[in-house]
């Protein structure tokens, strides 16, 4: 093992040992006002697991959790990334207003070291949110994980593929994620605890794909890089 990678798996672990000084945020706002009037308690709630099956790649599903995940990292809360399929590109981050002094990036390999490194994230009390994408999973290592965020008072953001959305889930929300022939991003609520699902909304204030310079684009670069790229 490196002497870097021992350094951040101790610094990883006094956090978890001594947790978050002062009562974390309970409840972040999405930033899209339509999106915030469905979600349990106006936002993405902590103590839950949501579910995000966007039906291709690039069409905005992580820049959906952009504003929430900037404010708990200047918050002093840390978010991770689990076995992200891509490399997430530092200076998109950085103009979303992200804290890299406070976001993770986890690179575990199988299905059970990623399921683990989410567990462990999300009931660590100094992370206030933990993306992961799983190879699989199945109910009852959602509710491990739904245990977790709950111990942890974080928000657990786990990304299926669409197909899972025909599968039934112990998660409190979850969204099916899709681009129209404009490229506006449009949300299918396949549930969502205290809400009625089986609508459709759009949330406004970006478009996937390219930017075109438009003050509603938050981001000009990608967010992210193929892994392909970097090796």
């Not at 590109?89 to 690179?107: K, M, Q, S, V």
């Not at 399921?115 to 992370?127: D, G, M, P, Y």
């Not at 991003?185 to 459709?200: E, P, S």
Request: with cysteine; aromatic share 6%; net charge positive.
């Amino acid at each position: 093992m490196s002497a870097s990678r021992a350094e951040k798996l101790e610094q990883l672990a006094r956090l978890c040992r001594h947790g978050h000084e002062g009562p974390p945020a309970r409840v972040e706002p999405s930033g899209s006002a339509n999106l915030d009037a469905v979600l349990p308690g106006g936002g993405w709630q902590a103590g839950t697991v949501v579910e995000l099956m966007p039906v291709s790649e690039g069409i905005g599903e992580l820049q959906l959790l952009m504003p929430a995940l900037a404010k708990i990292t200047q918050g002093e809360r840390h978010v991770a990334m689990i076995a992200p399929p891509y490399i997430p590109y530092a200076p998109a981050l950085l103009r979303h207003g992200l804290r890299l002094e406070h976001f993770w990036i986890i690179r575990a390999q199988s299905a059970t070291d990623i399921l683990w490194s989410a567990e462990q994230t999300l009931r660590c009390k100094s992370f206030g949110a933990v993306l992961a994408w799983p190879q699989a999973i199945r109910d009852r290592e959602v509710r491990r994980l739904q245990l977790a965020a709950e111990a942890g008072n974080s928000v657990g953001f786990v990304y299926r593929p669409p197909s899972a959305a025909r599968e039934s889930s112990p998660a409190a929300v979850r969204l099916r994620l899709q681009s129209d022939a404009s490229g506006q991003l449009n949300i299918d609520v396949v549930k969502c605890r205290g809400a009625r699902a089986g609508m459709t909304l759009a949330v406004s204030g970006w478009r996937s794909g390219v930017s075109q310079n438009s003050e509603a684009d938050v981001a000009v670069a990608p967010l992210y890089q193929p892994l392909s790229a970097n090796r």
